[in-house]
């Protein structure tokens, strides 16, 4: 009987070497491959010549830092794994939305990106009770944020049940990247999540270079994982200065809000971008850093270091602020397990899981960079992790930019093999991102699946506000500072 | 009895209650290290929202039309019954302290309609929390007045005034000082301020009074943001009179400018308590004012 497929992630591989199991079979595999630790990471389903759904399995083994993938062909109703493994709600959903296929058993199968119109469960999960209320927030919120809907059943003040409502910023990304011409696909992941413009531009190219045979030089590889910190860098110092805003402490706020600047600007002297759009391109990357910037980057590190340590340990050092932190919006161990979440989220649970080390590419390949994790699963363990990545980033940027590795910066892209597969993997700053690319015949895009942690995650948040106070919410929602449009496509 | 000195105490408070959060803002920007607005910041909004249309919610009813005035007046009935140092009341009489009491009740009573007569779950939800907490606020209010009327044996709030300093030997003091600082937590907690309430969160799940008042725009806007400005004002001068009593009304308002910087100082040094910790903080406040006017009883003959 054939197994699973094992393969490295940014390598290519043939796509009829992908084993195809019958739909009862595939189930039981996944659900068995699961139960041994493996995390299903992406499920992307493609239409046949036949007419029916070629679903691929992405099963990622974090031990031994290999993907396993298997394939089925369906049509029309099988039984959700979702019964079985909750991780899987998201991407079942996205099956039966995208490709009609119907998942039984599936316990809320509503529509992921359009809330309204189409088929399948649309209203809200109603508690009913005595003093049970209903407050629903956005898609049109009083700050300047992305549009989406939050419905929470509140008795009280306490939160009983909060729903999520996605999709109002659906552009159909993943549709238009596969028609778009070579050149243009990159501008999709620079702005697919606007402040994750280096984690996808990065698993992007892999996967262009891997379905080329035709691998980036050292030394972008090195610029690639220096804009990757950067990137990671500035959003998490945002991150903690808005979590210090939102519980109204000022001075972390405000500090931490100029060193996301500082961060940004960084990025900014290596590309001239602060989001670092126009840094990565298959092939390598279009902007060398010199001596003379590379110590310039290395001059500004050490001042910002300094502001930053200062300005966040008086977050730990501050009652007031740990007060509002510790064990509000609790996500236990077990919980992020089941719901399958990555990134800090996952990490301040005690997940121990970090693409950079587990599935290591690029640079990421010869620099490890020790992951960091905390146990409590609150919003003070995701503001915690935050810091300790940011130390350990801080490190990993000193190390990298004192012995870059010499040579070009870039090559030229080849074109790309014909019926190929890849996945790729980048660990950004929210999380695992994962790219799954195939080719046809010809060479030219066939599928292209992006799962952003952003998807993974949203669920995580709905189950962290349960029992809450709902006057936390903002704080809860802030820990996790989840993509709206990285999820939406 | 009314007389010109009086009426021009109550319209210095009239006229200078929106310099109050003007400074506040001003010291946590410079603490912050950002330069902040202007001081009279506060006048500027007040005429922008003035020369704006009324737009009110076409379920409201005149209730929601009502309420600003209404509260507003009420609040400025409160300053017309209170002292300023040794400067008496523009309005005194036995029992005015009740009827001040009475005058904020009844601006919040106004305001919380107001908000639930638009239907708007934001401002029923900053309506519910505004009432929770005022109720918990208002005991420590009257513990400490009662206070106050013991250790004078006086029972308008000017006569408490004028006598406080008089009457007050080195045995009164600690029983004073628990009054004063019950008073500072009811400040903070009935005019928004942080640890209790943070005036600039735009989250709206997390206001109070911001979410009352969610609703209003222009000149309703108008008349509850400088309602709130004179109730600070208000607040101010009757810490005032209990830290400075002896004094003359040039003191005291040197005193309240000092207050609201001091303010600022609060709210840059700490984070504001989660929802479920204002309660506990309130009663705090009433037991503190319970516990001074315990000492007075013993120490005042």
Same mark, same amino acid.
């Given at each position: 009987?054939?197994?699973?497929?094992?393969?490295?992630?940014?390598?290519?591989i043939?796509?009829?070497a992908?084993?195809?199991?019958?739909?009862?079979e595939?189930?039981?595999?996944v659900?068995?491959?699961?139960?041994?630790?493996?995390?299903?990471?992406?499920?992307?389903?493609?239409?046949?010549?036949?007419?029916?759904?070629?679903?691929?399995?992405?099963?990622?083994?974090?031990?031994?830092?290999?993907?396993?993938?298997?394939?089925?062909?369906?049509?029309?109703?099988?039984?959700?794994?979702?019964?079985?493994?909750?991780?899987?709600?998201?991407?079942?959903?996205?099956?039966?939305?995208?490709?009609?296929?119907?998942?039984?058993?599936?316990?809320?199968?509503?529509?992921?990106?359009?809330?309204?119109?189409?088929?399948?469960?649309?209203?809200?999960?109603?508690?009913?009770?005595?003093?049970?209320?209903?407050?629903?927030?956005?898609?049109?919120?009083?700050?300047?944020?992305?549009?989406?809907?939050?419905?929470?059943?509140?008795?009280?003040?306490?939160?009983?049940?909060?729903?999520?409502?996605?999709?109002?910023?659906?552009?159909?990304?993943?549709?238009?990247?596969?028609?778009?011409?070579?050149?243009?696909?990159?501008?999709?992941?620079?702005?697919?999540?606007?402040?994750?413009?280096?984690?996808?531009?990065?698993?992007?190219?892999?996967?262009?270079?891997?379905?080329?045979?035709?691998?980036?030089?050292?030394?972008?590889?090195?610029?690639?994982?220096?804009?990757?910190?950067?990137?990671?860098?500035?959003?998490?110092?945002?991150?903690?200065?808005?979590?210090?805003?939102?519980?109204?402490?000022?001075?972390t706020?405000?500090?931490?809000g100029?060193?996301?600047?500082?961060?940004?600007?960084?990025?900014?002297?290596?590309?001239?971008?602060?989001?670092?759009?126009?840094?990565?391109?298959?092939?390598?990357?279009?902007?060398?850093?010199?001596?003379?910037?590379?110590?310039?980057?290395?001059?500004?590190?050490?001042?910002?270091?300094?502001?930053?340590?200062?300005?966040?340990?008086?977050?730990?050092?501050?009652p007031?602020?740990?007060?509002r932190?510790?064990?509000?919006?609790?996500?236990?161990?077990?919980?992020?397990?089941?719901?399958?979440?990555?990134?800090?989220?996952?990490?301040?649970?005690?997940?121990?899981?970090?693409?950079?080390?587990?599935?290591?590419?690029?640079?990421?390949?010869?620099?490890?960079?020790?992951?960091?994790?905390?146990?409590?699963?609150?919003?003070?363990?995701?503001?915690?992790?935050?810091?300790?990545?940011?130390?350990?980033?801080?490190?990993?940027?000193?190390e990298?930019?004192?012995?870059?590795?010499?040579?070009?910066?870039?090559?030229?892209?080849?074109?790309?093999?014909?019926?190929?597969?890849?996945?790729?993997?980048?660990?950004?700053?929210?999380?695992?991102?994962?790219?799954?690319?195939?080719?046809?015949?010809?060479?030219?895009?066939?599928?292209?699946?992006?799962?952003?942690?952003?998807?993974?995650?949203?669920?995580?948040?709905?189950?962290a506000?349960?029992?809450?106070?709902?006057?936390?919410?903002?704080?809860?929602n802030?820990?996790?500072?989840?993509?709206?449009?990285?999820?939406?496509? | 009895?009314?007389?010109?000195?009086?009426?021009?105490?109550?319209?210095?408070?009239?006229?200078?209650?929106?310099?109050?959060?003007?400074?506040?803002?001003?010291?946590?920007?410079?603490?912050?290290?950002?330069?902040?607005?202007?001081?009279?910041?506060?006048?500027?909004?007040?005429?922008?929202?003035?020369?704006?249309?009324?737009?009110?919610?076409?379920?409201?009813?005149?209730?929601?039309?009502?309420?600003?005035?209404?509260?507003?007046?009420?609040?400025?009935?409160? =300053?017309? #019954? $209170?002292p300023? &140092?040794?400067?008496?009341?523009?309005?005194? !009489?036995?029992?005015?302290? /009740?009827v +001040? @009491?009475?005058?904020?009740?009844?601006?919040?009573?106004?305001?919380?309609?107001?908000?639930?007569?638009t239907?708007?779950?934001?401002?029923?939800?900053?309506?519910?929390r505004?009432?929770?907490?005022?109720?918990?606020a208002?005991?420590?209010?009257?513990?400490?007045?009662?206070?106050?009327?013991?250790?004078?044996?006086?029972?308008?709030?000017?006569?408490?005034?004028?006598?406080?300093?008089?009457?007050?030997?080195?045995?009164?003091?600690?029983?004073?000082?628990?009054?004063?600082?019950?008073?500072?937590?009811?400040?903070?907690?009935?005019?928004?301020?942080?640890?209790?309430?943070?005036?600039?969160?735009?989250?709206?799940?997390?206001?109070?009074?911001?979410?009352?008042?969610?609703?209003?725009?222009?000149?309703? =806007?108008? #008349? $509850?943001?400088? &309602?709130?400005?004179?109730?600070?004002?208000? !607040?101010?001068?009757?810490? /005032?009179? +209990? @830290?400075?009593?002896?004094?003359?009304?040039?003191?005291?308002?040197?005193?309240?400018?000092?207050?609201?910087?001091?303010?600022?100082?609060?709210e840059?040094?700490?984070?504001?308590?989660?929802l479920?910790?204002?309660?506990?903080?309130?009663?705090?406040?009433?037991?503190?004012?319970?516990?001074?006017?315990?000492?007075i009883w013993?120490?005042?003959?």
């Amino acid at each position: 009987m054939k197994d699973f497929l094992s393969i490295a992630p940014a390598r290519q591989i043939p796509i009829e070497a992908v084993p195809m199991f019958p739909v009862e079979e595939f189930r039981e595999r996944v659900i068995a491959a699961t139960r041994n630790g493996m995390r299903l990471i992406a499920l992307p389903g493609r239409r046949t010549e036949a007419g029916s759904v070629r679903v691929l399995a992405v099963l990622a083994s974090d031990k031994a830092g290999a993907l396993f993938l298997g394939e089925t062909e369906m049509d029309g109703e099988y039984a959700a794994l979702t019964r079985d493994r909750p991780f899987a709600q998201a991407f079942e959903r996205e099956l039966a939305e995208e490709w009609g296929l119907r998942p039984l058993g599936h316990p809320w199968l509503k529509p992921l990106r359009f809330p309204c119109g189409r088929p399948g469960v649309t209203d809200f999960l109603v508690v009913q009770g005595e003093g049970i209320h209903e407050i629903s927030v956005g898609p049109v919120h009083a700050g300047i944020i992305e549009p989406g809907h939050f419905r929470f059943q509140c008795a009280g003040e306490n939160v009983v049940h909060l729903e999520i409502a996605l999709g109002y910023q659906h552009r159909g990304v993943e549709q238009s990247i596969c028609k778009a011409p070579a050149q243009r696909r990159v501008c999709y992941f620079e702005t697919l999540a606007g402040d994750t413009t280096i984690g996808h531009t990065t698993a992007y190219a892999q996967a262009m270079e891997a379905l080329s045979d035709a691998p980036a030089p050292p030394r972008a590889e090195a610029l690639r994982a220096i804009a990757l910190e950067l990137e990671r860098l500035a959003n998490h110092t945002g991150d903690l200065g808005a979590l210090a805003n939102d519980v109204g402490f000022l001075p972390t706020a405000s500090y931490c809000g100029r060193l996301r600047g500082d961060f940004l600007n960084m990025t900014a002297l290596i590309c001239g971008s602060r989001f670092g759009r126009g840094l990565v391109r298959p092939g390598g990357v279009c902007f060398d850093l010199e001596p003379s910037r590379s110590d310039e980057l290395r001059r500004r590190l050490d001042e910002v270091e300094k502001d930053a340590r200062s300005a966040v340990e008086l977050l730990w050092s501050t009652p007031t602020v740990m007060a509002r932190f510790e064990g509000v919006g609790v996500v236990s161990t077990d919980v992020a397990r089941t719901l399958g979440l990555v990134g800090p989220a996952a990490r301040a649970a005690g997940l121990d899981q970090d693409a950079r080390r587990d599935f290591p590419s690029g640079w990421y390949r010869f620099h490890h960079i020790p992951t960091a994790t905390w146990s409590t699963g609150d919003v003070f363990g995701r503001a915690f992790v935050r810091w300790l990545e940011i130390q350990r980033s801080l490190a990993f940027l000193r190390e990298t930019l004192s012995a870059l590795p010499a040579g070009e910066s870039n090559r030229p892209p080849k074109a790309l093999l014909p019926q190929r597969l890849t996945v790729t993997m980048t660990e950004s700053w929210r999380g695992e991102t994962v790219h799954v690319a195939m080719t046809d015949e010809h060479g030219a895009l066939a599928l292209y699946k992006v799962v952003d942690p952003s998807f993974r995650n949203w669920m995580g948040l709905a189950v962290a506000m349960r029992g809450q106070q709902i006057s936390d919410f903002p704080l809860c929602n802030k820990s996790f500072n989840l993509s709206y449009c990285g999820h939406d496509l | 009895m009314p007389s010109l000195g009086t009426g021009l105490n109550v319209l210095i408070g009239l006229a200078a209650a929106p310099l109050l959060p003007g400074i506040i803002a001003r010291v946590k920007a410079m603490v912050a290290g950002r330069r902040g607005p202007p001081p009279l910041q506060g006048y500027y909004d007040l005429i922008r929202l003035l020369h704006k249309d009324h737009l009110r919610s076409r379920t409201a009813t005149w209730v929601f039309g009502g309420a600003p005035a209404v509260g507003l007046a009420a609040v400025v009935c409160g =300053l017309l #019954l $209170m002292p300023v &140092g040794r400067q008496p009341a523009f309005f005194s !009489f036995e029992g005015d302290w /009740m009827v +001040l @009491l009475g005058c904020l009740a009844l601006a919040r009573w106004c305001a919380i309609l107001a908000a639930l007569d638009t239907g708007s779950g934001f401002a029923a939800m900053g309506a519910s929390r505004d009432a929770c907490f005022s109720a918990l606020a208002e005991p420590a209010l009257f513990i400490l007045l009662a206070g106050l009327a013991r250790q004078t044996g006086e029972l308008s709030l000017s006569g408490m005034v004028a006598g406080l300093a008089p009457s007050a030997g080195l045995t009164d003091a600690p029983g004073l000082a628990l009054l004063a600082a019950a008073l500072g937590l009811a400040l903070l907690a009935e005019n928004a301020r942080i640890p209790v309430d943070d005036p600039n969160t735009h989250l709206e799940l997390t206001m109070i009074h911001e979410a009352l008042v969610l609703e209003q725009a222009g000149p309703d =806007l108008a #008349l $509850m943001l400088y &309602g709130a400005a004179l109730k600070l004002w208000l !607040f101010g001068l009757l810490l /005032m009179n +209990l @830290l400075v009593a002896f004094a003359d009304s040039f003191a005291v308002w040197c005193g309240m400018i000092l207050m609201a910087a001091g303010i600022g100082v609060v709210e840059s040094a700490m984070a504001r308590l989660r929802l479920l910790k204002v309660p506990p903080l309130l009663v705090g406040a009433a037991a503190l004012a319970a516990l001074g006017f315990a000492l007075i009883w013993r120490t005042t003959p």
